[in-house]
């Protein structure tokens, strides 16, 4: 049996040490199927319900791994079903390869069945887009692919006419005109020197040490770099800010922290902002600059990776490109040691404020349940290097709070696109990377219906995966953001009753537990980690428990009280909640 061509770009892959492909066939890859039957000794494929939760996989992978993430799927549909998890990948800035299958070459331009121009579909979401016509490109540019996809830290997408796919390896049926074929290379990437110039660590320095407040926000660039981090916070007696992304870049009791930022953040990180007078960027894009000091107020440094994004958000003094580990390793010794802590302690006492402040929240005896209740029983009682991976959605601002970064534990969401749905598929993903810790899928009802017969790949290929759903039986996010706009909430809340989805666990051979009072959250969170196959808990939590900003501003809740005179539904049951004593005091 001779090679066909899509085996070139299987022994690729491998070569560039990828073992895992996340895929659903289609009859436009059965040619690149064939390949990877022939050759399942070095790439598995792992055979999924949905193309997008594909995607969302490979995308998972490839941010908790560092490594490059692959995905498969068929052409026209499939393809379109990959895209929300590849601009995922792109937004959030992780290495991914998308291959895709078309229509035969002979038929291209005819409007034949399912013929969908990948190409040009993917035209802005990809760093690399290529058709291949002709075996002939192979094996090079898939070197090119991955090699672009691992450069430019975004998503190179491959797309295969089946009639290329099944011709023969090394077929090159046309007469050569050009002097050069594309070359196999070296299936190595070489990242570019992470260290910053001496002078711009000089220039850092000096802004920094001439500061008085200073903090420090960080973001998922300096995941690496935890200990360059302290270090410098120390040294500078300077309060670690962190984005959402990057909450696990120091662990959540560091005395350095002040957690988040931004609408699911902390007050101290909030009111901190409002003080300082230099603020030190470390590996983060972060958009919402509303919650950052005002141009002109503060003095900026920055250590970026990427010179497009460094200085781009803010006006920055001191924009510097390099990697965040090395950048802040070579700064430390330039530092001057601060003695004056007082700005930190303040930082740290309205920190042991805050932390009081969400402890009352995880009150067990609130019923109906209390999400915060439920992340604080999951934070207690996961591993220490547990990975939680977590949706877009009220679940964000309850994890962002209540589970806490400790040892080597990590926390995953889509940060830039802010998608539903992706918790479960990362979990899926990770768990294929790392199959002996715990992975957990933390998810909103909403987020948990779109892509869960993924639940079932994790029971198909014996995944460990645990998932905890907060099921508050509505889109919860939305409903809070509607009344924030003034506007009483509108089409947020399913019928009642709330999706009972441990039966559809249990059926299928998962563990599902199904949740409705606050006595029994511990022992299902525990049965549930203590489970050695895939397990589910559904949790039906209070629906009208509000992710209050860290620091309410007078304008949200006036647009809160409005929404409430314009005849929000369910006005008594939210207003039991913590939310009661705000509107009270709007009232007086
Ligand atoms: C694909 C997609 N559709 C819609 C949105 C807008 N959106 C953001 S959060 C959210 C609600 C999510 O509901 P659920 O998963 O149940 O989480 P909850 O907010 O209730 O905790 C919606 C609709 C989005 N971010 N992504
Ligand atoms: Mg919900």
């Known amino acids: 049996m001779g090679q066909i061509a899509s085996e070139a770009l299987i022994e690729r892959l491998a070569a560039w040490g990828v073992d895992t492909v996340f895929g659903l066939p289609g009859d436009g890859i059965n040619g690149i199927m064939e390949a990877l039957r022939r050759h399942q000794d ?16 490979a995308t998972g992978y490839a941010k908790a791994t560092g490594k490059l993430g692959v995905c498969l799927a068929t052409s026209g549909p499939g393809g379109i079903h990959l895209l929300n998890g590849l601009y995922d990948a792109k937004l959030d800035h992780m290495p991914v390869l998308a291959i895709t299958g078309m229509q035969e070459t002979s038929v291209l331009g005819t409007g034949y069945q399912q013929e969908v121009g990948l190409d040009k579909l993917y035209a802005d979401l990809t ?28 998503v190179a997408h491959l797309t295969f006419p089946n009639d290329v796919q099944v011709a023969d390896a090394g077929a090159d049926p046309w007469q050569h005109v050009a002097p050069a074929v ?20 000089q220039r850092i320095a000096a802004l920094l040490n001439d500061g008085e407040k200073i903090a420090i926000l960080a973001g998922a660039g300096a995941r690496h770099a935890r200990e360059e981090l302290l270090a410098v916070a120390e040294t500078l007696a300077a309060p670690i800010v962190k984005t959402l992304s990057g909450k696990a870049v120091v662990p959540d009791d560091s005395p350095y922290t002040t957690g988040g930022i931004g609408l699911l953040g902390t007050r101290p990180s909030e009111e901190l902002m409002e003080e300082i007078d230099t603020l030190f960027l470390v590996g983060t894009n972060f958009p919402y600059t509303k919650h950052l000091p005002p141009a002109g107020q503060v003095r900026v440094a920055q250590i970026e990776a990427d010179p497009t994004r460094a200085g781009g958000r803010v006006a920055t003094e001191v924009p510097v ?17 601060r003695t004056d802590t007082k700005f930190l302690e303040k930082c740290q006492k309205q920190m042991s404020k805050w932390r009081d402040r969400m402890a ?19 934070d207690e009682l996961a591993a220490n290097d547990a990975i939680l991976t977590c949706d877009s959605g009220t679940i964000a601002t309850w994890a962002a709070r209540h589970w806490g970064i400790r040892g080597g ?42 892509l869960m017969a993924e639940f ?5 290929h014996q995944l460990p995966v645990k998932v905890i759903i907060n099921n508050n039986n509505s889109l919860g996010q939305i409903l809070w953001e509607q009344m924030v ?15 009972n989805f441990a039966a559809f666990a249990e059926t299928n051979g998962g563990l599902g537990i199904k949740v409705e009072r606050p006595k029994e959250v511990r022992g299902a969170i525990q049965k549930a980690l203590n489970h050695r196959g895939p397990a589910l808990v559904d949790v039906n939590v209070n629906p009208d428990e509000p992710p209050l900003p860290g620091k309410i501003e007078y304008q949200q809740a006036r647009k809160f009280a409005e929404a409430f005179l314009k005849g929000q539904p369910r006005k008594a049951t939210i207003a039991t909640t913590l939310f009661r004593d705000k509107i009270d005091q709007l009232k007086s």
Do not use: W
């Not at 070095?42 to 996989?57: D, I, S, T």
């Not at 969401?413 to 979990?427: E, K, Q, V």
């Open 42 to 57: 070095k790439v598995r494929f792992v055979l999924v319900h949905h193309e997008e939760a594909a995607a969302f996989m």
């Open 456 to 460: 079932l790949t994790a029971i198909q």
């Open 409 to 450: 534990r990590e926390f995953f969401l889509s940060g830039n696109l802010a998608t539903m749905a992706p918790g479960l598929p990362y979990a899926v993903g990770m768990q294929h990377a790392f199959p002996g810790r715990q992975v957990i899928a933390y998810v909103g009802d909403g987020g948990f219906a779109m």
């Open 360 to 378: 009352d929240m995880e009150n067990a005896k609130r019923d109906p349940i209390a999400p915060q209740y439920l992340v604080s029983v999951l």
């Open 127 to 154: 760093e690399y887009n290529q058709m291949i016509y002709n075996p002939a490109q192979l094996p090079g540019v898939v070197d090119t692919a991955i090699r672009t996809a691992y450069a430019r830290r975004g």
């Open 321 to 337: 490109v390099g990697d965040a580990k090395e950048g802040l390793a070579g700064l430390l010794p330039l530092l001057k040691q």
């Open 182 to 201: 594309p070359p196999q290379t070296s299936p190595v990437m070489l990242p570019a020197p992470g260290r910053p110039r001496e002078e711009d660590l």
């Open 485 to 499: 706009l003034g506007y009483p909430e509108h089409g947020v809340r399913y019928p009642q009753p709330f999706v």
